[in-house]
Structures are given as structure tokens and as C-alpha cells.
């Protein structure tokens, strides 16, 4: 897998905003088969910075009634990158 169909998208998110100013932590959308260790290269290559830690998790998708019948939103998984001292990512928020 590229680093670049790994991570898919910045989350901005109350959370997410909050983490990043005073945790030093990122979270990312990223894809279902990607695993810790691609997320931390991805981020580390791609924004060149140093990680030291990853935590995921797995979103199931909602379930939505369109019209007469019922179907679901997509699952998806999320990543939080916790870096080391000193290092940041410009996100633009």
C-alpha cells in the first residue's frame, strides 16, 4: 500500500482540534486494511515528522433509510498519531 491511499484525510473535529493544540496528537481517516505500522510510516514520510504512537479504531457505518428502504453508511477506521516532543503538522485550523 502507498503512503498516499493510506491515510485519506485529516478528521476536524472539536476532538481532534483540542488534541492537536495540547496533546500533540493527530487523528486521520484512514483505510480499513492499513495496519499501525503503515499508518506511523505514512505519517512519518508524508509530514516529516517523528511518531510514537498509534491508536485505531473501526467506525461502523450508521444505518440510513433512504426513501422506502433502509441501507447503511460506510465503515470506516480512524487513527490517532500521537508525536514526539517537538515535532507538528499544519493542518490549517
Same mark, same amino acid.
Given at each position: 500500500?502507498?503512503?498516499?491511499? &493510506? &491515510? ?86
Amino acid at each position: 500500500m502507498e503512503r498516499y491511499s &493510506i &491515510i485519506k484525510r485529516p478528521l476536524r473535529t472539536e476532538k481532534s482540534v483540542a488534541d492537536s493544540n495540547f496533546k500533540n496528537t493527530y487523528h486521520f481517516e484512514v483505510d480499513l486494511r492499513a495496519n499501525k505500522i503503515q499508518i506511523k510510516e505514512a505519517v512519518e514520510k508524508h509530514f516529516n515528522v517523528k511518531v510514537e504512537d498509534v491508536k485505531t479504531l473501526v467506525r461502523k457505518g450508521k444505518a440510513r433509510r433512504v426513501r422506502f428502504k433502509m441501507g447503511r453508511t460506510k465503515d470506516w477506521k480512524k487513527a490517532v498519531v500521537k508525536l514526539k516532543e517537538g515535532g507538528t503538522i499544519d493542518l490549517g485550523y
